[in-house]
Nanobody
Framework: QVQLEESGGGLVQAGGSLRLSCAASGRTFSSYIMGWFRQAPGKEREFVAAISRSGGSTYYADSVKGRFTISRDNAKNTVYLQMNSLKPEDTAVYYC????????????????WGQGTQVTVSS
């Protein structure tokens, strides 16, 4: 059983920054693509960013490109999401997930999910 635990969420003013972390249990972390998704109240869960097994390739939603950076440390079984220039529309619960399917931008391609961490950006 894989467990994912997010941390680092909170309340920040527009223009500010936050760094989310996701710690994974198990010994196969480096074998999987990892992703970040978010869900705002009344909206569907949406793709934010994903990173390849080695960390050499990264993928972003257009809405966060240039502001967010995903990274991973396979020695620590941890994936990060650095969020800069935050906007009120970034307010959501952020989830990390382990990829198991072919489409990194689809939630259905992920098999394990964390419990989420709230990010609130005030204007």
């Amino acid at each position: 059983q894989v467990q994912l635990e997010e941390s680092g969420g909170g309340l920040v003013q527009a223009g500010g920054s936050l760094r989310l972390s996701c710690a994974a249990s198990g010994r196969t972390f480096s074998s999987y693509i990892m992703g970040w998704f978010r869900q705002a109240p009344g909206k569907e869960r949406e793709f934010v960013a994903a990173i390849s097994r080695s960390g050499g390739s990264t993928y972003y939603a257009d809405s966060v490109k240039g502001r967010f950076t995903i990274s991973r440390d396979n020695a620590k079984n941890t994936v990060y999401l650095q969020m800069n220039s935050l906007k009120p529309e970034d307010t959501a619960v952020y989830y990390c997930a382990r990829g198991s399917g072919p489409y990194y931008y689809q939630a259905l391609s992920y098999d394990y999910w964390g419990q989420g961490t709230q990010v609130t950006v005030s204007s």
